[in-house]
């Protein structure tokens, strides 16, 4: 069964440090897509990446970086000389490529607290 | 930019009452999803809508419905509201995808955090 962990629930930092957000999934397909989005606390999610899953190149945008990894099925996201603008709540979510329309099945989510 | 907004941010209904959220996206997406989002759940889709007239069932949609008569708009019907779906209530849309596959990226509205009394 398809299925996505964030296992850190909540995640608090001081300004300036760097923060790693986890994320686990479980898929049976070959094909399929991995996301991440923002959600501030206006309650609007913000796309913020999508890859997948035969492109295993890490990306960088920024002080965002993204690793994944198929042989853990993860897809971890890292936030460098982290700010108070960073604090919101960010979901991962997959995406089958059976799909038609890409269905998302999110994780719980992990809310990122940046203290000044 | 892509638009997506729905009719409130904040909705108090009470027990019984029947209950309609409104979605309007403006970037001619044929495809169009209702959320819901709780603590320690994450986001659960409810129904999704692929065209004009279609819906499709998520994973929890018992005591909802939907209607898209129109392209640009997709509506979550409570038909009897409860204390249980007191919730936040997200829309999504995204364009379609090639037949077969995914990955398309879904944007979304603002959310209207809906309380049953």
């Known amino acids: 069964a398809q299925k996505v962990t964030q296992a850190q629930t909540e995640i608090s930092v001081v300004e300036k440090e760097d923060v790693t957000l986890d994320c686990v999934y479980e898929?049976?397909?070959?094909?399929?897509?991995l996301f991440w989005y923002k959600q501030p606390p206006s309650g609007e999610l913000v796309f913020l990446i999508r890859r997948n899953s035969f492109d295993e190149q890490n990306e960088i945008s920024g002080r965002y970086s993204w690793n994944f990894q198929k042989s853990t099925s993860s897809f971890n996201f890292t936030i460098t000389a982290s700010q108070v603008v960073d604090s919101a709540v960010y979901f991962c979510?997959?995406?089958?490529?059976?799909?038609?329309?890409?269905?998302?099945?999110f994780g719980q989510g992990t809310e990122l607290s940046v203290k000044p | 930019d892509v638009k997506v907004t729905q009719s409130s941010r904040y909705l108090v209904k009470r027990t019984g009452e029947k209950v309609f959220l409104e979605c309007v996206q403006d970037m001619d997406h044929e495809n169009m999803f209702w959320y819901r989002q709780d603590p320690g759940l994450g986001l659960r889709l409810i129904y999704f809508s692929y065209d004009v007239k279609m819906k499709e069932k998520g994973d929890i949609p018992e005591g909802y419905s939907v209607s898209r008569e129109k392209k640009e708009r997709f509506s979550l019907i409570l038909e009897s509201a409860s204390t249980n779906q007191t919730s936040m209530y997200l829309c999504?849309?995204?364009?379609?995808?090639?037949?077969?596959?995914?990955?398309?990226?879904?944007?979304f509205g603002p959310g209207t955090r809906l309380t049953v009394l």
């Open positions: 898929t049976r397909d070959t094909t399929y897509y």
């Open positions: 979510a997959l995406s089958e490529g059976y799909n038609q329309g890409g269905k998302l099945i």
């Open positions: 999504a849309s995204s364009p379609q995808g090639l037949p077969g596959t995914s990955g398309v990226t879904q944007y």
